[in-house]
């Protein structure tokens, strides 16, 4: 899912809060109009980039005289010193365009280099891991881009694509999970999912006799989760959700959970170094 226009509505955000009403006035009072300038986007750390098509609308939105040459592809690995982007134009654009360009691609290749590492803890076995919703406001797009990028899966988009019904949903409905799996069946066509989220065997238990396609095993302990995959005996699809850290992975998938769910991905992956060093043309 892409939303129409997100990326012009992002950066257009992004730049009314930098720019203000009264714009650069640092580059403005001193770097005089006419003047060129050229730079490169260089690796100061090994990374998976992810941003390629962020990082161009950044300097278009300012300027598009403004040139810029992509060197590497999306989900690409780069070393340390590696050159990923040459720009060219008006040193003005090249300057006010920086800091946003800059902030959204060491974000975004920050996620993607977080989930290659975390694809590599479960390469061979059968474990999916995906993304949750917990992304910055405005960023989610390009925040399950990068994911993606990284070698990794996405759970729904937003609320629209998939039912899950969590626990304040069955609070709003006194705990009955078999009454919110048919409300939710009665409601949508038979091709949307409906996923329930547990935090004990016996929600698992009433998910399953309700008819849920999916299990989510919320914050549950190692042995709760044991003993939730030895009760659902395959009937059911399993998702782990709460808790996961990457040394961790292993023993789910040897388990046999097929889904977990890490928030992590998108709300704790730390930002690339990544440097845009800018001078004039001669």
């Not at 992810?50 to 690995?77: I, N, T």
């Not at 990028?149 to 304040?168: E, P, T």
Request: aromatic share 4%; net charge neutral; proline share 2%.
């Amino acid at each position: 899912m892409r939303p129409q226009g997100f990326l012009e509505r992002l950066l257009q955000l992004a730049y009314d809060e930098d720019l203000g009403a009264a714009g650069d006035v640092t580059t403005m009072a001193l770097v005089p109009e006419h003047l060129l300038g050229e730079g490169e986007l260089v690796a100061k750390e090994a990374l998976v980039f992810s941003g390629a098509e962020a990082f161009l609308a950044a300097f278009a939105y300012v300027d598009k005289r403004v040139e810029v040459q992509m060197l590497v592809s999306d989900a690409q690995r780069c070393g340390v010193g590696a050159c990923l982007a040459r720009v060219r134009g008006p040193m003005r654009a090249l300057l006010v365009a920086e800091r946003t360009a800059l902030n959204l691609v060491q974000r975004t290749s920050g996620i993607a280099t977080f989930s290659a590492k975390v694809r590599e803890a479960v390469e061979g076995t059968k474990l999916r891991v995906v993304d949750t919703r917990k992304t910055s406001p405005g960023l989610r797009m390009l925040s399950k881009q990068a994911v993606r990028h990284g070698g990794l899966h996405n759970h729904r988009f937003g609320l629209f694509d998939g039912i899950l019904i969590k626990d304040n949903h069955l609070a709003a409905l006194g705990g009955n999970i078999r009454e919110a799996v048919a409300r939710a069946k009665q409601a949508t066509h038979g091709l949307l999912k409906i996923e329930v989220e547990v935090s004990n065997l016996q929600g698992l238990q009433e998910a399953i006799a309700a008819g849920a396609d999916v299990v989510m095993l919320d914050n549950m302990g190692d042995e709760e989760i044991e003993r939730a995959i030895a009760v659902a005996a395959g009937r059911i699809l399993l998702e782990v959700s709460g808790q996961v850290s990457v040394e961790r992975l292993s023993r789910l998938a040897a388990w046999g959970v097929d889904w977990v769910s890490m928030g992590a991905l998108t709300h704790s992956a730390r930002a690339v170094d990544l440097s845009l060093n800018l001078r004039p043309t001669p």
